[in-house]
């Protein structure tokens, strides 16, 4: 691992420098090789107080608890200020209370003290402009962290839900975790998108599916991110920060006993982690980050892919989703080759779902197949009675002309098989041919009728 950044800076590399690639490979879950760099870059300078913090907060994340508790006995308080100081006292309880150490009195006596700080010092530590103190947004990861596992636990009476399950500064009258649920939303406001994923992680198990949908599950969440991508000023940081939120979100949507399941929320959902993937591998190209395809985030859209696809087959099998649902899923699953999906609906729906169902584009769900190249897909749904195979978009466009426009020579087979030609033109006047041609994609020239040259 430590090659990967061997070119990165000279010689004299400062420790801010060493520290940020920390952070970095941190955040990406690299443990191994975050452990790794520290090591070998960070260790000699473990009683520095951004060094201490940073490597802790790693530690706490991946559930390394018998570490933190070492290095935190070890630490050197001296150094640290009053807010580093309480941070780190936080963090090494959050770490004892996780690992079962402690007795229900000592976790409430625990909360208790880390609140009473919070609730001094949140005057000094947020803004009036809405900037809030990163070391004191941690520490009220911390103190949620320490609640929700009293929580967990059922140490908190009722009495105790009324004082704990919101920051001190929120009124006493708020609902459960409804202050948590507003300080995400500030966090998310003043950027701090690393510490507003942490803060989610811990709270959609705990808030009502009510409030999840209304604070933490939204539509429009990624406007601001998907601006600054458009204006080429989004950085990987932010980006991952997004991704990584995006994933927690579309695996949470899974485990929700919903009727019907949202599914096709958490199908929305991993289609935003591929996009940000998109981006961000994107930006690593060109800068030789050699970490970054490696991230946990990224790799984790393809396990969430499969949990997806395997929620959906069981949904289908056992009636889960209503008819509404059902056809959407048709065009999602055409478009992804999931033939699985496809003849589940083809076969169990096919008094209730039309195999022309369109998208608010026109689009069939052979036209997605077809795009897609998926053979198989595209033979199931040829296969089905009353299936349109020549039908057109609101561009215009047929199943064919993507087939031909992507080079996929078995699917432009079966359609010409079915009628397609490659004279047809689209809204565009552009042809099938013509769209072939364009692509380079000789043999399905010659399987048009034209000569591939």
């Not at 940073?54 to 009053?82: H, I, P, R």
């Not at 949470?252 to 959902?269: E, K």
């Not at 056992?318 to 959407?328: G, I, L, N, P, S």
């Not at 729906?349 to 595209?378: F, I």
């Amino acid at each position: 691992m430590a090659g990967d950044f061997a070119g990165e800076h000279e010689s004299g590399s400062t420790v801010a420098a060493d520290l940020e690639i920390f952070v970095r490979l941190a955040h990406r879950s690299l443990v191994d090789d975050a452990l790794d760099w520290y090591g070998t870059r960070l260790k000699r300078h473990e009683q520095e107080s951004r060094v201490l913090v940073e490597y802790t907060d790693m530690l706490l994340q991946e559930g390394l608890y018998e570490k933190l508790v070492q290095v935190v006995d070890d630490a050197n308080f001296k150094s640290l200020s009053a807010e580093e100081s309480q941070l780190l006292e936080s963090t090494l309880d959050l770490a004892i209370i996780r690992s079962k150490r402690t007795t229900e009195a000592e976790i409430l006596e625990k909360a208790a003290r880390c609140r009473d700080y919070l609730k001094e010092a949140y005057s000094t530590k947020v803004g009036q402009d809405g900037h809030i103190n990163a070391i004191f947004a941690r520490t009220v990861r911390v103190y949620l962290g320490i609640v929700v596992a009293a929580s967990d636990a059922g140490y908190l009476t009722e009495a105790d839900h009324n004082v704990f399950t919101n920051p001190p500064w929120s009124s006493p009258s708020s609902a459960r975790w409804s202050g948590f649920l507003t300080w995400y939303t500030q966090l998310r406001a003043s950027t701090q998108s690393w510490e507003a994923h942490q803060l989610l992680r811990l709270l959609l198990p705990v808030v009502s599916p009510h409030d999840a949908f209304a604070t933490l599950i939204h539509r429009d969440q990624f406007t601001p991110i998907t601006a600054k991508i458009k204006s080429h000023s989004a950085d990987k940081t932010a980006l991952l920060a997004e991704l990584a939120t995006s994933n927690t979100i579309c695996a949470h949507l899974l485990t929700i006993s919903f009727n019907p399941p949202p599914i096709l929320r958490a199908i929305a959902y991993l289609g935003a982690s591929r996009k940000l993937r998109g981006v961000l591998l994107q930006l690593a190209a060109p800068t030789d980050d050699y970490t970054l395809p490696r991230a946990k985030p990224i790799l984790r859209i393809d396990d969430l892919a499969q949990s997806i696809r395997s929620a959906v087959h069981a949904g289908l099998s056992r009636h889960a989703f209503d008819t509404d649902t059902v056809e959407k899923l048709l065009l999602t699953c055409a478009g992804e080759g999931d033939a699985t999906a496809v003849r589940l609906i083809l076969t169990l729906y096919k008094a209730d779902v039309s195999p022309n169902h369109e998208d608010q584009q026109w689009r069939t769900p052979l036209s997605h197949a077809a795009e897609g190249g998926h053979e198989e897909v595209v033979e199931l749904l040829l296969g089905t009675k009353g299936v349109d195979a020549g039908g057109r978009d609101f561009a215009g466009r047929s199943a064919l002309s993507y087939a031909a426009a992507g080079g996929h020579a078995g699917v432009v087979e079966m359609l010409v098989a079915r009628g397609g030609r490659g004279e047809e033109s689209d809204g565009e006047g552009r042809t099938v041919m013509e769209r072939a041609v364009e692509g380079g994609h000789r043999r399905v020239v010659e399987l048009l009728g034209g000569k591939g040259g």
